[in-house]
């Protein structure tokens, strides 16, 4: 039984080790399978596996053993990094990095399941490594999609030049694979909300809408440079011409300061979903001596928004996690455990009024969201949330289309032991760490409300081991 007050008690992870990238999700029968890059132990001196999780309604999770190990003389001898996985007739085959010490690239690997997904039998190479006259220096993290009757796969890369790209290749087999092209690149680039990167890993390829010149897709990437800056993960959405993304609207998918390595399921009956590492926000010897490390995100609906921009959203099947009401007003909320969702409900009719601040109070550290009306700001500021010193802190903050269009705004706020979740109405999602040294009961309150506005707070159902919610 875990007693540690930051660890998570409904998002995916096993009790102790280390949790990164969310691999391969693929619904099978009903079920949903989960996968998700994992270490045992949380210094990490052992390889990266597939660790596994299932559900049938996407919120509430059973954990599996590993169903990916490395083969001992296989290309994936030192780890099975990350990737996706697709289904024919009850079978799953996994596509993944496999990682060889003192290999130039982590080749790109496939192995099937014949068990549901529980296990996976060998692996094999499908896909060459770049040649030494192609300029690649970086090559991993497969993603695999049936398009019409062909199959496609996009491989996130990074080349002499600097450039984040993805390799498109094709197949009618699954098994014989035919390079085609770059999907997308971008030269070196920083704004003033994201940076192209160096290397582009996890790409995901997900379809979002029609923007008027024809579906338009989303592609997912994280954005990764080897001086060591915070990763972001990018959304570039455009049109397919032929076999490259054209027409490019780039943007960040999460902004805020926890968030990496996406993975997503191109079809459900929500349309596109999508996962993402909850990486952590505190110093490495703190998890070391917690004995665990990272999850998984809530899982999140894409769409296009009505201006063009990739919108996320929380599965509509969370709302079955929610148990009694804790709370519902303008008054503080005090009491609180360390699992809850509050929805906060705002007019824009604010007249001269200054920003709104929601804020969650741990004894004298507090974590607060703040909305200026003003600018049309939202932000989310960590600097006293925590009175540890490995505690990581800062701002993360985002310009709100509802605000900035004179529209009520909407949040739904979760929050899990040391993560914030914020997703506003328009489709903006922001995840954050915290760590406050003050364990539960803890108090929301709010400031800078009209009497128009409104706070309601549920309890969100824990892990239970007996029912296999985790």
Not at 81 to 92: K, R, Y
Not at 305 to 326: C, H, K, M, N, Y
Not at 419 to 427: N, W
Not at 441 to 449: C, I, M, Q, R, Y
Request: net charge negative; proline share 8%.
């Amino acid at each position: 039984m875990v007693t540690d007050h930051h660890f998570p008690q409904y998002h995916v992870r096993p009790a102790t080790g280390y949790v990164n990238d969310p691999n391969g999700p693929v619904l099978v029968n009903g079920t949903w399978h989960l996968y998700f890059q994992y270490v045992p132990d949380t210094p990490r001196t052992g390889p990266v596996v597939w660790g596994h999780a299932s559900s049938t309604d996407l919120a509430s999770w059973r954990l599996h053993r590993p169903a990916i190990s490395p083969h001992p003389e296989g290309v994936d001898r030192d780890g099975c990094w990350s990737g996706n996985a697709v289904e024919i007739g009850g079978e799953i085959t996994a596509f993944y990095s496999g990682f060889r010490r003192n290999h130039p690239y982590q080749s790109i690997v496939a192995a099937t399941s014949v068990d549901g997904g529980q296990s996976f039998g060998p692996p094999h190479q499908v896909v060459a490594d770049p040649g030494p006259d192609e300029g690649i220096v970086s090559f991993r993290d497969p993603f695999v999609w049936r398009e019409n009757d062909r199959w496609q796969m996009v491989v996130g890369a990074g080349n002499s030049a600097g450039r984040g790209l993805t390799r498109l290749y094709e197949s009618a087999d699954l098994a014989n694979w035919t390079y085609i092209g770059p999907l997308a690149e971008l030269p070196p680039t920083q704004t003033e909300t994201w940076r192209s990167g160096e290397i582009w890993e996890c790409p995901q390829l997900v379809p979002v809408g029609d923007g008027g010149s024809g579906r338009r897709d989303a592609l997912l990437v994280g954005s990764y440079d080897h001086a060591g800056m915070v990763p972001e993960v990018l959304a570039v959405t455009g049109v397919r011409k032929e076999s490259q993304l054209e027409d490019l609207r780039i943007e960040r998918l999460d902004v805020g300061s926890n968030f990496y390595a996406p993975s997503a399921a191109r079809d459900s009956e929500y349309g596109p979903i999508a996962w993402g590492w909850v990486t952590e926000g505190r110093d490495r010897e703190w998890t070391i001596e917690a004995d665990w490390s990272g999850f998984l995100t809530l899982p999140r609906v894409l769409r296009l928004s009505e201006d063009g921009r990739l919108a996320s959203e929380p599965v509509p099947t969370l709302v079955s996690l929610r148990r009694e009401v804790l709370g519902r007003g303008n008054a503080d909320h005090p009491d609180l455990p360390a699992q809850f969702e509050a929805e906060i409900s705002l007019s824009n009719d604010r007249g001269n009024t200054g920003p709104s601040r929601i804020s969650l109070h741990c004894g004298q550290e507090h974590l607060d969201v703040i909305l200026d009306w003003t600018t049309g700001r939202i932000t989310v500021d960590r600097e006293h949330a925590s009175a540890d010193q490995r505690a990581h802190v800062g701002q993360s903050s985002f310009l709100e289309p509802d605000i900035r269009a004179g529209r009520p705004v909407t949040l739904r706020w979760f929050v899990d032991g040391s993560v914030s979740e914020l997703f506003t109405s328009s489709g903006r999602c922001s995840t954050v760490r915290f760590y406050p040294t003050t364990p539960p009961p803890w108090t929301v309150t709010a400031s800078g409300l009209s009497s128009e506005d409104d706070v309601t707070i549920w309890a969100l159902r824990m892990a239970d081991a007996d029912s296999g919610s985790r």
